[in-house]
T-cell receptor
Framework: DTEVTQTPKHLVMGMTNKKSLKCEQH?????MYWYKQKAKKPPELMFV???????INESVPSRFSPECPNSSLLNLHLHALQPEDSALYLC???????????????FGPGTRLTVL | GNSVTQMEGPVTLSEEAFLTINCTYT??????LFWYVQYPGEGLQLLLK?????DKGSNKGFEATYRKETTSFHLEKGSVQVSDSAVYFC??????????????FGTGTRLLVSP
């Protein structure tokens, strides 16, 4: 199984809602990533988890709260979002980096989020 | 800093035409370079990679050569197909100094291939 799955595929929420995005992989990868991709823009890294611990937070606002409950799952909890947070949220996984060797990141299809 | 510059799109070609998508980079040290492809409604897929100068990455008829002297990693394909229509991202990977390596993407180039 070389697949990263993400649910839901689409999400529409109001600015006062609380919702969660879910990502799952069964490749035995121990590094998982959240990216944000605005329309016609490249993906931008938000968070990195390694061995279920938050390792990198790219100065993301606290209205985005990541969680890694086990080695296969990664969640992104959303609260009090703004319309400018509307974007495609991509999850990826890889083996943790070792030295200079590259461990390919496998991307999921993304969740398209619209904040009204 | 570390950055990637790609040619603006869209690139519109007829089937069987030759494809070049330009990519240049700025980086400290010696980054690894990648091309990712994103088909409509999907996530990113790694297309090819090169980890050091003069390396040539290739996959599915696509090729790119890591040129340190021109800081370039141009994507080429001899004969495109309609199924190649997608957005192509050039990216580099650099060491964040934390044991983690970060991918930095270019802005993407949309390729449209007509029959």
């Amino acid at each position: 199984d070389t697949e990263v799955t993400q649910t839901p595929k689409h999400l529409v929420m109001g600015m006062t809602n609380k919702k969660s995005l879910k990502c799952e992989q069964h490749m035995g990868h121990r590094a998982m990533y959240w990216y944000k991709q605005k329309a016609k823009k490249p993906p931008e890294l938000m968070f990195v988890y390694s061995y279920e611990k938050l390792s990198i937070n790219e100065s993301v606002p606290s209205r985005f709260s990541p969680e890694c409950p086990n080695s296969s799952l990664l969640n992104l909890h959303l609260h009090a979002l703004q319309p400018e947070d509307s974007a495609l949220y991509l999850c990826a996984s890889s083996q943790p980096p070792r030295g200079r060797s590259y461990n390919e990141q496998f991307f999921g299809p993304g969740t398209r989020l619209t904040v009204l | 800093g570390n950055s990637v510059t790609q040619m603006e799109g869209p690139v519109t070609l007829s089937e069987e035409a030759f494809l070049t998508i330009n990519c240049t980079y700025t980086a400290t040290g010696y980054p690894s370079l990648f091309w990712y492809v994103q088909y409509p409604g999907e996530g990113l897929q790694l297309l090819l990679k090169a980890t050091k100068a003069d390396d040539k990455g290739s996959n599915k008829g696509f090729e790119a050569t890591y040129r340190k002297e021109t800081t370039s990693f141009h994507l080429e394909k001899g004969s495109v197909q309609v199924s190649d229509s997608a957005v192509y991202f050039c990216a580099l990977k650099f060491d964040m100094g934390t044991g983690f390596q970060k991918l930095v993407f270019g802005t993407g180039t949309r390729l449209l291939v007509s029959p």
